[in-house]
């Protein structure tokens, strides 16, 4: 069993021509409404991935609220600890993706503001039978600490999006932040060489270990004193709006079928790989079936 921990967004989408400075207004194209959320993509992309999946969040009480949870239950995903907020809208994000397949993304949180520790003692069960326990930033401190509290098996916390300063929950057991999430964390300037991430990523302390997702230059592992670089599988990016949200889905799968933590990143790798070749969120999200192909086309 895998239990995520984490935000429903309903995304709204849209092309750009390039992305807009400060002051400036771009014309996009149409407007696309698809299901998001870290939380809720992360899910998904576990579910897809064969893993057995339960979500705790919070949604409001309108048709948006309707559209996520249809989304995740049609995905299988247990939606037992789901909560209906009152007077409160279902969290949304606005999304603009350029022709290179990158986007700015601005989050209103709404019900995933409420989620709290509360939501997850209700869920501590489900959280102590856990073999992975998966957080991300898009929902209060309090609600990752007591989950990361509460779990019973490997905690994988994504710190997006970043926030200065911030400290991941204790018990963390992979930490899995990208270059400007890493930057954030320890205070130093955004990496860009694989030298740098090391050294950026060797001032955290607390989590077993750390994944840095790198984008086209794949990630890093650091585990104990030794770290690893893994290229990205070579593709041509459309939209990379959920490749973070497949990977940690995906490691989470790996490591939930007891994958050794260099076979889990391997394979997350594909299926992010995969994501990026199409658009949207949850839609991009590839299954099992996908990823073995994909994995064996390459061999």
């Not at 771009?26 to 998904?44: E, F, R, S, T, Y």
């Not at 037992?80 to 700015?104: F, K, M, S, W, Y």
């Not at 409420?114 to 998966?134: F, I, P, Q």
């Not at 994909?294 to 061999?299: E, T």
């Amino acid at each position: 069993m895998i239990a995520v921990v984490g935000s429903l967004n309903l995304d709204l989408v849209a092309p750009v021509p390039q992305h807009p400075v400060p002051g400036e207004t771009v014309l996009g194209g149409d407007i696309a409404q698809h299901p998001g959320g870290k939380g809720a993509n992360q899910a998904v992309a576990a579910a897809r991935l064969g893993g057995n999946v339960a979500f705790v969040g919070r949604v409001g009480e309108d048709d948006a609220a309707d559209v996520m949870l249809d989304a995740v239950r049609n995905e299988g995903v247990d939606t037992t600890h789901i909560t209906r907020t009152p007077g409160v809208a279902t969290g949304r994000a606005l999304i603009a993706v350029d022709p290179a397949g990158e986007n700015t993304i601005i989050v209103s949180p709404g019900a995933n503001a409420r989620l709290g520790a509360a939501d997850c003692e209700t869920a501590s069960d489900l959280l102590r039978k856990a073999a992975v326990t998966v957080l991300q930033q898009e929902v209060p401190d309090e609600a990752n600490h007591a989950a990361a509290r509460l779990a019973g098996g490997i905690v994988l916390h994504n710190p997006a999006p970043a926030v200065a300063g911030a400290v991941p929950p204790p018990h963390v057991d992979v930490l899995v932040p990208n270059r400007t999430e890493l930057a954030a964390l320890t205070g130093t300037p955004v990496p860009e060489t694989i030298d740098d991430v090391v050294a950026a990523a060797r001032k955290l302390t607390g989590a077993g270990a750390v994944i840095v997702t790198l984008g086209g230059d794949g990630v890093l592992l650091l585990e104990g004193t030794a770290h690893l670089h893994i290229p990205a599988f070579r593709v041509r990016p459309v939209d990379t709006t959920a490749a973070g949200d497949s990977f940690c889905g995906a490691l989470a799968v790996a490591l939930a079928e007891g994958r050794t933590l260099e076979q889990a990143a391997r394979w997350a790798c594909a299926a992010a790989a995969i994501s990026t070749t199409r658009a949207g969120a949850q839609p991009s999200l590839a299954r099992r079936d996908e990823v073995e192909a994909f994995l064996a086309g390459r061999r």
